[in-house]
């Protein structure tokens, strides 16, 4: 079977498709992988055959409109209808990622006849070129506990978007509603429940448990990570794109939470690798318990740490949940106060507003998820959920299937 794999080509999209590619080529599958350029450095860190395709997609206007950040309710409004407001202002910029790489995506499909095609949720080129060809296309999602189908005309997904339509009526196909099913590394206990709101992605498919692999690159092991601290070790991030969509101050806020941490009996380990070199004044002169690192792949930061505190991405909540550790999220988007919130209810962490999160609200949650108490247990917990879900073997069995 040949299973071509497409992603624009951001780390956070990318990661969470790579366990899958690599369980499909160790069953003996031939396995190619298409994105924008931007997916040059991660593929071939991943160890996977592809290709580089179309051009990176410029959404510098819509950074700098704010398209990120924050909408609160207008008077009248009600906070769904301004988070529907929020997911119809950064739906264009999927559909102009598409545009992008979907010619090139299409005459690698077509020139190399996969029998399936599998996706990132927000790369339509690939459903494109699934239909093209005349193959099934299934969607992998990377793990957010309440993903949004930006190609539906709402967040009730009752109708597609005339953009997603146009996608392919440009090759003269129809367009899919749904793909032949949804692979989802999300475990149960972190997943989006029907009665806080909708999330839509599971209407019209099957939806595939998968087992979270963790993955976030290749990388060296430090020596010092192998030794264990004098001190509670608690690792600090804001990710790798929290700082695109917000601006600098999101590394202000930044030390100041790192500020706060280190006031703590704790050693605290800080990534700055993705940090803009015009911010990187924030962080200078910090405490001397603080180190910070460049590129280290997050899961050995996780596995050594008491403790992690991010901002709610995806990738970071869910290699955190599996290594067994607690978390303290700090969230300011969508996307993180959803992971926040649902970490917070199943007990592995504390979630924090970031409106709330001044110095003496972080040292009371970072205090608290520390040690042997009841965050670490259900984080363990949390784990063992983790690892029970069907392996990528299980899900390449699936995968033959529906080809």
Request: aromatic letters at 8%; proline letters at 8%; glycine letters at 8%.
């Amino acid at each position: 079977m040949r299973v071509l794999f497409t992603s624009y080509g951001t780390r956070p999209h990318y990661f969470p498709m790579v366990p899958l590619a690599w369980a499909c080529q160790t069953a003996g599958h031939d396995v190619r992988v298409v994105g924008a350029p931007a997916i040059a450095e991660p593929l071939r860190e991943s160890g996977l055959l592809g290709a580089a395709v179309g051009r990176d997609a410029d959404i510098s206007a819509f950074m700098a409109s704010g398209a990120f950040r924050p909408k609160p309710p207008q008077p009248g409004e009600t906070t769904e209808e301004a988070l529907a407001r929020f997911v119809d202002g950064i739906a264009p910029i999927a559909f102009l990622r598409c545009e992008g790489m979907i010619e090139e995506t299409v005459q690698f499909a077509r020139a190399w006849r996969p029998d399936l095609v599998v996706y990132d949720p927000v790369t339509f080129a690939g459903a494109v070129a699934a239909q093209v060809v005349g193959v099934p296309a299934v969607c992998n999602l990377y793990g957010m506990v309440r993903h949004f189908r930006v190609e539906m005309d709402s967040i009730y997904g009752t109708e597609l978007r005339t953009d997603y339509v146009n996608q392919f009526k440009r090759f003269g196909v129809e367009p899919i509603a749904d793909p032949a099913a949804w692979v989802d590394p999300c475990p149960p206990s972190l997943r989006w429940r029907d009665e806080d709101g909708p999330s839509s992605y599971t209407a019209g498919a099957p939806r595939f448990d998968m087992q979270f692999v963790r993955y976030n690159g290749s990388g060296n092991v430090p020596n010092w990570l192998l030794q264990p601290g004098e001190r509670p070790r608690v690792v600090f991030t804001w990710g790798t794109t929290q700082e695109k969509k917000l601006g600098p101050e999101v590394v202000q806020f930044a030390r100041e939470a790192i500020d706060a941490i280190a006031a703590l009996d704790v050693e605290v380990v800080v990534t700055v690798a993705a940090t803009a070199p015009g911010n990187a004044g924030y962080l200078a002169g910090l405490p001397s318990n603080v180190r910070t690192v460049d590129w280290v792949p997050f899961q050995l930061l996780a596995d050594a740490s008491a403790a992690v505190v991010h901002f709610g991405g995806t990738g970071m909540m869910l290699t955190t949940a599996a290594c067994g550790k607690p978390h303290v999220a700090i969230t300011a988007i969508p996307e993180g106060i959803f992971n926040g919130q649902r970490i917070d209810a199943s007990g592995v962490g504390r979630h924090l507003p970031q409106e709330e999160a001044d110095a003496a609200a972080i040292q009371s949650a970072v205090s608290a998820v520390i040690g042997d108490g009841p965050y670490q247990r259900a984080a363990l917990k949390l784990r063992h959920e983790i690892e029970a879900q069907p392996r990528t073997s299980e899900i390449v069995r699936r995968l033959e299937e529906i080809a």
